[in-house]
T-cell receptor, first 114, second 116 residues
């Protein structure tokens, strides 16, 4: 069994300030973890993924995430927010095969204020 | 470089009408998925197909049927639409790793369905 909890449904930051989107997971297996971004009226796009290699993962558009097994966390960060980062972000855990392999978090909506 | 293509992008139905959402991928992926997205609920799996000719129910399959016509195409059918099926529907595909672990999902742009 596996689950994902995104700790904030909404996060608001000012342009140029750091971004932190929090994700905790639970899994019976060694998981793969993903962050996806969804801009308004668009499909989901992969930001980054962790698949048991380096624990600090760098993604597109300056985002990165650190896998912390002891804390069962996979928080998404960016040093400096840009207006174009405003979107919804989903944390996803993959810890098996088949239809039960993927579990989505409920999403965090990021607002970026000018 | 099409990726995952869904049609139609928008549809309005009356209660009781039927329709089919079409999905095709050109990445030679084995696995395909149909999800629905509702506010505050993330994405919920409707149906899953591990390969051509196989389908499996997901979290919310009631009121839907699917067909995996070939490796490329995976369609979702609403036989008798209900207002509760008003949602945004996403098709996705993925390849599995050598261990069978599900890899990155590639999504279509979504189909926005309203049932009146």
């Amino acid at each position: 069994a596996q689950s994902v909890t995104q700790l904030d449904s909404h996060v608001s930051v000012s342009e140029g300030t750091p971004v932190l989107l929090r994700c905790n997971y639970s899994s019976s297996y060694s998981p793969s973890l993903f962050w996806y971004v969804q801009h308004p009226n668009k499909g989901l796009q992969l930001l980054l993924k962790y698949t048991s290699a380096a624990t600090l993962v760098k993604g597109i558009n300056g985002f990165e995430a650190e896998f912390k097994k002891s804390e069962t966390s996979f928080h998404l960060t960016k040093p400096s927010a840009h207006m174009s980062d405003a979107a919804e972000y989903f944390c996803v855990v993959s810890a098996g095969t088949g239809r039960r392999a993927l579990t989505f978090g409920s999403g965090t909506r990021l607002q970026v204020q000018p | 470089n099409a990726g995952v293509t869904q049609t139609p992008k928008f549809q309005v139905l009356k209660t009781g009408q039927s329709m089919t959402l079409q999905c095709a991928q050109d990445m030679n992926h084995n696995s395909m998925y149909w999800y629905r997205q509702d506010p505050g609920m993330g994405l919920r799996l409707i149906y899953y197909s591990a390969s051509e000719g196989t389908t499996d129910k997901g979290e919310v399959p009631n009121g839907y049927n699917v067909s995996r016509l070939n490796k490329r195409e995976f369609s979702l059918r609403l036989e008798s639409a209900a207002p509760s099926q008003t949602s945004v529907y996403f098709c996705a595909s993925s390849e599995s790793s050598r261990t069978g672990r599900t890899g990155e999902l590639f999504f279509g742009e979504g189909s926005r369905l309203t049932v009146l």
